[in-house]
């Protein structure tokens, strides 16, 4: 029998938690590793009927292949806490299942909201996101050596794309979205410290810190139609191009402070 397992990890995600669960309450089993929570996040957890797992934080690649490794289903559906299916995709999911589906893995389209408006351009629509797989097939690399942000899904096997989208609650206000990047560029500048790409040349430097976001704005913005976004979009690019700035300026700050020194990062760090 073909059964579905939902894979969420959570740490305080009570103003988020229902609406994600509400939209998958036709799977089979529903799994909550949770970071111990001091909200609600448990308590709406379990109301649902979901399973919860306390695991202190590992970084997203190992929380989340724990939560895979929770799971009982054939197949496997990961979710983040502020996401939920459309209609169309609960739909279709609870048609292709017990099909016998070709595929070992979906691709599925994610629709991000920033300040509650879809944001279609820049880059932001379609964002497919490997979230529908078989539980043997696939988990988020590194495996074995864990990063602390950028996971990676890897899989075995035939891949598909599903036809309709995923809804990401990404940044209600402005406050959490720069929280979120503040928070993420802190990581990004752990990774570069750790593969010891920091420092170099001085004009590297300028680069990443000037030239960089100034580049990756005009990019977004304008080449790839981010105006068309209106005022959201504008904050929003604005404020995401100057996310390789904060990473870099932090990585730099922390080597600088304690006398490492590296090769520049790379442009896609």
């Known amino acids: 029998m073909t059964m579905l397992s939902v894979a969420i990890i959570t740490l305080n995600e009570e103003h988020n938690l229902a609406r994600t669960l509400a939209s998958v309450s036709f799977a089979d089993e529903i799994v909550i590793v949770d970071s111990n929570s001091t909200d609600r996040t448990v308590e709406i957890a379990e109301s649902f009927g979901a399973k919860v797992f306390q695991q202190p934080w590992m970084g997203f690649a190992a929380q989340k292949n724990f939560a895979i490794e929770k799971c009982s289903g054939t197949w496997v559906l990961s979710l983040d ?26 691709f599925i389209n994610r629709r991000n909201l920033f300040l509650n408006r879809w944001i279609k351009h820049g880059g932001y629509y379609p964002d497919p996101k490997l979230r529908l797989f078989r539980r043997s097939a696939a988990n988020f690399e590194p495996r074995f050596a864990p990063r602390p942000v950028h996971e990676t899904m890897v899989f075995d096997g035939e891949s598909a794309s599903l036809d309709y989208d995923l809804i990401h609650h990404a940044y209600p206000t402005l406050e959490s ?12 500048a752990q990774l570069l410290v750790n593969e010891k790409k920091t420092s170099g040349p001085v004009l590297a430097f300028y680069w990443y810190i000037m030239i960089v976001p100034h580049l990756t704005f005009f990019w977004n913005y304008l080449v790839r139609l981010g105006f068309l976004d209106g005022r959201e979009g504008l904050l929003l690019h604005l404020y995401h191009s100057a996310y390789v700035s904060w990473k870099y300026a932090k990585a730099w700050a922390t080597t600088h402070k304690t006398g490492q020194t590296a090769s520049s990062p790379e442009p896609n760090a």
């Open 81 to 106: 806490a502020d996401e939920e299916l459309s209609p169309e995709l609960q739909r279709q999911i609870r048609t292709l299942l017990p099909s016998n589906p070709p595929a070992d893995a979906y």
């Open 177 to 188: 979205y720069l929280e979120h990047m503040d928070r993420y560029s802190t990581l990004g």
